[in-house]
């Protein structure tokens, strides 16, 4: 919210399953998913009690929920159906199922289920075609067969195809074009966005519509380490969103770094520094210190994602 505020445009705050169990503490009991649910709702209400403070359009979404996971999704749906009960609006903006490693058939009639239901409140559902390499936040598809990093236009036209039959069904397809979570090597990751603009060709064919249309909302995940040029030629095949938690960690992780490397001979005990020997440290090991410069170095980094993805004064 603060990179958005200096911006010009809008965010997306996202929470993992592990990320709502971490908010809700690790030693609470998560039997049911209980302790990823309530973390999870938990975080939704604290952004949107702050978002009116930074002036700026917040979207609440959460990532990748596979088979196993439902419980979570189902505990997600269930408080969005509550909060639109009192409020008019659901809690979240939009959900991801990641039903990727499921049967196409099973992927696409899953989420057609939930699509039904999540319609009736106004959310939005992201689902997975294809499957995003690497590892993020207990996902792990380091190992995987990479002709499943490369999804087919049929395939987006199934789940357009069926989706669209949902009435006020609002959907995004992470389609995949060989994304990989993470960074790596250059050479080591061959992105093909080309695929998503032969979807939408393929798709608006078949709809009947003019030449150029992007009847699908496409998701661009494992984004981090993305060069510009592919960034921007994503976008122009229907991109609305993109995900970049590694970048984020990593530019969060450098400012603390930093903040240690530059501050170290004030770190080493409570008392004692270079400017005398019973001099206090505790203004520079109080954790809100180092977070900070967490902070602002997580900022910088999503602004220059904002420029990459066209975002900059927006509003």
């Known amino acids: 919210m603060e990179a958005a505020k200096k911006a010009g445009g809008p965010i997306m705050v996202t929470f993992s399953r592990g990320g709502g169990q971490f908010i809700a503490g690790k030693a609470a009991d998560n039997k049911d998913d209980a302790a990823a649910i309530a973390g999870t709702v938990a975080g939704a209400l604290h952004v949107r009690t702050v978002a009116a403070l930074y002036g700026v359009p917040v979207i609440l979404h959460t990532d990748h929920c596979c088979k196993a996971w439902l419980p979570w999704f189902d505990g997600l749906i269930d408080a969005n159906e509550k909060y639109y009960a009192a409020n008019g609006e659901p809690l979240f903006s939009s959900h991801m199922l990641d039903l990727s490693e499921e049967p196409l058939e099973e992927n696409i009639a899953i989420c057609k289920k939930y699509m039904e239901r999540m319609a009736k409140i ?178 910088n980094r999503l602004v220059k994602a904002m420029e990459d993805l066209n975002c900059i004064n927006v509003l």
């Not at 030449?211 to 960034?231: A, C, L, R």
């Not at 609305?240 to 970048?247: C, H, L, Q, V, W």
């Not at 400012?255 to 520094?273: M, V």
């Open 122 to 299: 106004n959310l939005t559902l992201e689902m997975e075609l294809g499957i995003t390499g690497g590892e993020e936040d207990g996902v792990d598809n380091s190992d995987v067969d990479s002709s499943k990093l490369y999804t087919q236009p049929d395939e987006v036209w199934q789940v357009y195809e069926a989706l669209s039959e949902v009435p006020n069904a609002d959907f995004t397809v992470a389609a995949a074009f060989g994304n990989v979570h993470g960074v790596y090597a250059p050479g080591n990751v061959r992105l093909e966005p080309e695929i998503l603009h032969n979807s939408q060709k393929f798709i608006s064919e078949k709809l009947g519509l003019p030449e150029g249309s992007k009847p699908v909302k496409f998701v661009f995940h494992g984004g981090s380490g993305s060069s510009v040029e592919d960034i921007r030629y994503a976008i122009k095949a229907g991109v609305i969103k993109m995900n970049i938690d590694t970048d984020t960690q990593w530019a969060f992780w450098d400012g603390i770094r930093a903040y240690e490397a530059k501050n170290r001979p004030y770190l080493q005990a409570q008392i004692g520094n270079p400017d005398g020997e019973d001099k206090p440290n505790k203004k520079y090991y109080d954790p809100r210190i180092p977070l900070r410069s967490g902070e602002e170095s997580m900022a």
